[in-house]
């Protein structure tokens, strides 16, 4: 008997003693918490899409809850923004309690990869008060996610367009420019004509007759972009070569096909399958793909601080934080209004289908601006050290 209870004070001694565990409760490993938190906002991102499609299956018990006033508030676009807000809440204190962290093994970095018991409390706080509140407050957080989202988007931008460059550089940096000669030309011409592949693609699905003229202007007007963005690269004061500008195609273009994929269905510019209202398998494997996008989207932008340091030091103690925890818990709270501002089509008042996302006029717009706003940060960020190389001349001349 002795002998069970010892071999069983063993195991678990062995199981304190693992290193995930150990790491999980001690708070040794601030990569492990990444992974938790993008965990927490996928479940976040689920329980807003269940309270808009399925939300009527809880109505009797939303009841209860004076905020809902019978239900009725707690469904549908008010349903994600009631989610939203709770995750916005989490991720916006976990932002003011790690902001300027620098140095590990300290108190704020212990609590941003510890304590889960009491941040899974916490979460569950702030997921439960959201249904407590009147549908003014909602509303009102509702118009400010839509501010919060597009600081998102600008964000993601910002840190899309500066992988492109880091990439490009490591590319033509003298240590690597011979042996990735060859990759970076195969890699620009593909890029090239995956580009023009899907402009032509989009020209037969989206724009099938002479009388769609918004989205045939859509495409033409991104063909365009994509020349602009080339010249400026290859011209002779810029010199950026042509990857990046094949890479940032790509992008753009991808924007555009989202733009008019989230055109409202019954329009004879979609194709019609795609107008059906029956909800089939692409539709379904469509969404899931679009939330797990979120999530992977929001996660990456989080950990890419070092691209909106102004001050570049290369070098890093072996106590530094690997990452920025502010900003990595500012871009999850922007991504909580996102992803919300996707469920409900940028639109409060805007009914959507179930398995869908990002539909509506408004989130047609909403991409599409995106898209011309990512060529005039890259064309910036291409001409702008040109610009401040010239004041420079002439101040010093």
Known sequence: MESGESSNSERHAVFIDSS?????????????????????????????WAARDYGRNALTEMERLKGCKGGRDCLGAEG??????????????????TAGTSKLNGRRDSWHSGWWAAKIVMGLAFAIIPFLLPSAIIQFYGEIAHFGAGVFLLIQLISII?????????????????????HMMLLATTSYVVCLVGIILMYIWYAPEPSCLLNIFF??????????????????????????PGLMGLYVVFICWC????????????????TTVKTDWLTIISFVVAVLAIVIATFSTGIDSKCFQFRKDETQAEDDVPYGYGFFHFVFATGAM??????????????????????GWTSTWVRIVNEWLAVCVYLWMLVAPIIWKCRQTAEST
């Open 20 to 48: 995930c565990f150990r790491q999980f409760s001690n708070a040794s490993n601030p990569w492990l918490a990444r992974y938790i938190y993008a965990l927490l906002f996928l479940i976040a991102t689920l329980l807003a």
């Open 80 to 97: 994600v923004l009631r989610v939203s807000l709770g995750c916005f809440s989490f991720f916006i204190t976990m932002f003011l309690a």
């Open 162 to 182: 500066s992988f492109i460059m880091w990439l490009n550089d490591c590319c033509q940096a003298d240590k690597y420019a011979e042996r990735c000669q060859i």
């Open 219 to 244: 495409i033409t007007w991104t063909l365009v972009l994509l020349q602009l963005m080339t010249s400026v690269s290859l011209h002779p004061k810029v010199n950026a070569g042509i990857l990046t």
């Open 259 to 274: 733009a008019i994929r989230s055109e409202p269905a019954g329009d004879n510019c979609i194709r019609r399958q795609e």
């Open 338 to 359: 996102y992803f919300a501002m996707l469920l409900i089509g940028w639109n409060t008042h805007h009914a959507m289908r179930k398995w869908t996302i990002d539909v």
